[in-house]
């Protein structure tokens, strides 16, 4: 069962209990596509906030568009660290938000605050994202945690996000947002997390243990 924290801070920050995770397109084919982060990086992050999302028992939406096409299927990450992951199959929607089913499994989850990644940013996630702020929901975008085909196109596609009222974010800042302490039980796995999307993080680790390991000696 995932660790509940109750904070006594401000609101500022979101509300793990109120998230739900919505991961789009991350297909194989449309990876090959991205120009504006790296491949290994951008799988790294979604395997980060897949993991993230099954430690702390948030609801994860996945689909693919046109999945047996030139998109390919959902990458590999998706299945691995997000097992428990409802899949809406769509019918050629561009947008998943087009698709009726796709919307009713996201209000089913009871939650208001989405958090989104996907491949394009500029079509895969902006679209379904601006949708889910019109319909009252509190929309963040994980950027490199997404990929588009040009610097260029992610940057008319932040501006867009901003000018909307979608909260762009980073891997690092949301897993930080949602794990909001060190002093809990599962600590350890969110130290595993950091070390996956970040490896100068799993070298400082590293040092560490081998510091306290000759200490003892």
């Known amino acids: 069962m995932a660790h509940v924290l109750t904070t006594g801070g401000g609101k500022a920050l979101l509300d793990a209990s109120d998230v739900a995770i919505l991961l789009l397109d991350h297909q ?3 990876l090959q596509t991205v120009k504006d982060i790296e491949i290994s990086e951008l799988r790294a992050n979604v395997a980060s906030l897949a993991r993230v999302a099954a430690l702390m028992d948030i609801p994860v939406i996945t689909t693919a568009s046109v999945p047996d096409g030139p998109n390919g299927p959902l990458i590999s990450e998706i299945e ?5 992951a409802t899949y809406v199959s769509r019918k050629g929607e ?54 588009d085909p040009s610097e260029l196109t992610s940057r008319a596609t932040l501006a867009r996000f901003t000018q909307a009222g979608v909260v762009p974010t980073s891997i690092s800042a949301m897993v930080c947002e949602l794990q909001r302490t060190w002093n809990r039980p599962d600590a350890a796995k969110y130290a595993e997390i950091y070390a996956l999307f970040s490896p100068h993080y799993a070298a400082a680790i590293e040092s560490y243990q081998r510091a306290q390991q000759a200490a003892k000696a």
């Not at 691995?80 to 428990?84: C, K, M, N, T």
């Not at 990644?117 to 902006?126: L, N, P």
């Open 28 to 30: 194989s084919g449309l």
């Open 80 to 84: 691995q660290f997000a097992p428990r």
């Open 94 to 147: 561009i947008s998943a938000w087009d698709n009726e089913d796709f919307v009713k499994a996201v209000r089913a989850t009871g939650k208001k605050t989405l958090v989104i990644a996907g491949i394009w940013t500029s079509v895969c996630v902006m679209f379904p994202a601006l949708d889910a702020v019109a319909a009252g929901f509190k929309v963040y975008a994980v950027m490199d945690a997404s990929g």
